[in-house]
């Protein structure tokens, strides 16, 4: 009897939970998805959070999570197949069906509810960002146009409206996440944004003669703005590294 056979035999496996749902995903949008996890949005507040921490705590605070999301990643590849890793009939879609499936109904209901949290509060982050980044924008056009002095300030409210909506607007395109095209276009969007980012870092490096910064990062006005600077720079720094959270489902496509 060879493998699959025992597995397929063992009164641990639940062949009702086994999918039938088509597996459409190819190698390169798997590249594609996993450049667009791995290279998020929350690279570009890294520059900022770096500034904020310093040059040791900021390179070790980037290493730490680094290295926490390539050991979560290595367990996670480990979960889709069950009750074996490599030749487990069943197929985790999801890291609450990894987790009923290892620990049970309950544990599946507390980590999905931790799971939907974390979701919230990574939809707000990117909320908060993409507004943030639309005002800087409005604002480095003003500063060019009207110059350094003149008052131009740009509200947040409307550019979160306005995303808001786009997010409203394409979440009623039919299986907009089985589109092969748009893997590419996230992938290429992540790819570009760090470029620019990198580039203007190493152009005011080169116009600046000298590499900025401090063991202890920026100064600020009060130990207690200091303080909520620097877990900022933490959560941004987190917020960098969402892989984990979407590596079943790259899998299971």
């Given at each position: 009897?060879?493998?699959?056979?025992?597995?397929?035999s063992?009164?641990?496996?639940?062949?009702s939970?086994?999918?039938?749902?088509?597996r459409t995903?190819?190698t390169?949008?798997?590249?594609?998805?996993?450049?667009?996890?791995?290279?998020?949005?929350g690279?570009?507040?890294?520059?900022?959070?770096?500034a904020?921490?310093g040059?040791?705590?900021g390179?070790l605070?980037m290493?730490?999570?680094?290295?926490?999301?390539?050991?979560s990643?290595?367990?996670?590849c480990?979960?889709?197949?069950?009750?074996?890793p490599?030749?487990g009939?069943?197929r985790?879609?999801?890291?609450?069906e990894?987790?009923?499936?290892?620990?049970?109904?309950?544990?599946?209901?507390?980590?999905?509810?931790?799971?939907?949290?974390n979701?919230?509060?990574?939809g707000?982050?990117?909320?908060?960002?993409?507004a943030?980044?639309?005002s800087?924008?409005?604002?480095?056009?003003?500063?060019?146009?009207y110059?350094?002095d003149?008052?131009?300030?740009?509200?947040?409210t409307?550019?979160?409206?306005?995303?808001?909506e786009?997010?409203i607007?394409?979440?009623?395109?039919?299986?907009?996440?089985s589109?092969?095209?748009?893997?590419?276009?996230?992938?290429?969007t992540?790819?570009?944004y760090?470029?620019?980012?990198?580039?203007?870092?190493?152009?005011?490096?080169?116009?600046?003669?000298?590499i900025?910064?401090?063991?202890?990062?920026?100064?600020?006005?009060?130990?207690?703005?200091?303080?909520?600077l620097?877990?900022?720079a933490v959560?941004?720094?987190?917020?960098?590294?969402?892989?984990?959270?979407i590596?079943?489902?790259?899998?299971?496509?």
């Open positions: 009897m060879g493998v699959d056979d025992q597995l397929l063992s009164p641990l496996v639940d062949l939970q086994t999918s039938d749902i088509k995903g190819t390169w949008t798997a590249v594609a998805h996993i450049i667009t996890g791995v290279i998020g949005s690279v570009l507040s890294l520059a900022w959070s770096m904020q921490l040059w040791i705590a390179p605070l290493f730490f999570f680094a290295a926490v999301t390539l050991i990643t290595f367990l996670m480990d979960c889709y197949r069950s009750p074996d490599e030749h009939p069943i985790n879609r999801s890291f609450t990894a987790v009923e499936i290892n620990l049970g109904e309950k544990s599946a209901w507390i980590s999905g509810l931790l799971m939907q949290i979701f919230f509060g990574t707000i982050a990117y909320v908060i960002t993409t943030t980044c639309l800087a924008i409005q604002k480095s056009n003003c500063y060019h146009k110059g350094h003149a008052p131009c300030e740009f509200g947040d409307k550019p979160m409206l306005l995303f808001g786009l997010q607007f394409m979440s009623q395109i039919p299986n907009l996440h589109m092969e095209w748009l893997s590419v276009v996230a992938a290429v992540s790819i570009t760090s470029s620019i980012g990198l580039g203007l870092g190493a152009a005011q490096v080169i116009g600046d003669g000298v900025m910064g401090s063991i202890s990062g920026i100064e600020a006005s009060t130990s207690t703005d200091k303080f909520w620097v877990f900022q959560g941004d720094i987190a917020f960098a590294y969402p892989f984990t959270m590596v079943l489902s790259i899998q299971a496509n």
